[in-house]
């Protein structure tokens, strides 16, 4: 007698009759918009605090140690923005030099509205 199977799928995530054939997909897809939504969150974390901090700058009013804060601050939130890009490319790197399915075809999805 030959057991019957049934396919479990998932109805929120898109062609999950696709992914139970090829996890390997599934999980590249996974990592990929994970890791889009984490750089989408590291931009936005970026432009409020450079927005804050231009603020505090313009706001100084001639006190000397409010303006070396500010100028720390813009120079933290376009440091951390470039640490965040500089990670992108280094997995982008690995991938091509490891020859990782997965990070070699890495790349960044911004959401639209169109």
Request: hydrophobic fraction near 50%; charged fraction near 15%; glycine fraction near 8%.
């Amino acid at each position: 007698m030959k057991p019957i199977l049934a396919q479990v799928t998932n109805p929120i995530i898109k062609d999950s009759n696709k992914y139970i054939a090829d996890p390997a997909g599934f999980f590249n897809n996974f990592i990929q918009g994970l890791f889009s939504f984490s750089m989408l969150i590291g931009v936005i974390y970026f432009i409020a605090h450079f927005i804050m901090a231009a603020y505090r700058y313009m706001s100084t009013e001639g006190d000397k140690t409010k303006l070396e804060t500010a100028k720390q601050e813009i120079t933290h939130a376009l440091m951390g923005l470039v640490i965040l890009f500089s990670v992108f490319a280094l997995l982008k790197l690995i991938g091509f030099i490891f020859g990782i399915k997965g990070l070699d075809t890495l790349q960044l999805t911004w959401p639209s509205l169109i």
